[in-house]
């Protein structure tokens, strides 16, 4: 007697699904940032910088970029940096906390 059974799995189904490394993903980044769009508020360097002397610049950031975006800005300056540069991360979310209570 010959068995014609097809490979499957311990739950008894066929697995379909390729491995995850021959599937290439197409996926789009989830948000740009232009470069040095803060600099000409004087927000740059922001490590050597005073809390002051940030909170000035973000104040005349304010002036002509609206509050939710110049918050939602510095949140992902502080997702991009939390793991890389965790004290800049650190001073990144400290101004988005203060941007968004302003």
Avoid: C
């Avoid at 010959?2 to 599937?23: F, L």
């Avoid at 360097?45 to 609206?66: E, F, G």
Wanted: hydrophobic letters at 25%.
């Amino acid at each position: 007697m010959s068995s014609s059974k097809k490979h499957t799995t311990k739950t008894g189904y066929k697995n379909k699904s390729k491995s995850r490394s021959s599937v290439k993903s197409k996926s789009k980044p989830l948000f740009h940032i232009e470069p040095g769009l803060l600099d000409k508020y004087s927000y740059y360097n922001v490590k050597s910088k005073s809390k002051i002397s940030r909170h000035r610049s973000l104040n005349l950031a304010l002036k002509d970029i609206p509050k939710l975006s110049l918050g939602r800005r510095l949140n992902a300056l502080y997702v991009l940096n939390k793991n890389t540069n965790p004290s800049v991360g650190k001073i990144f979310k400290q101004d988005s906390i203060w941007v968004f209570n302003k």
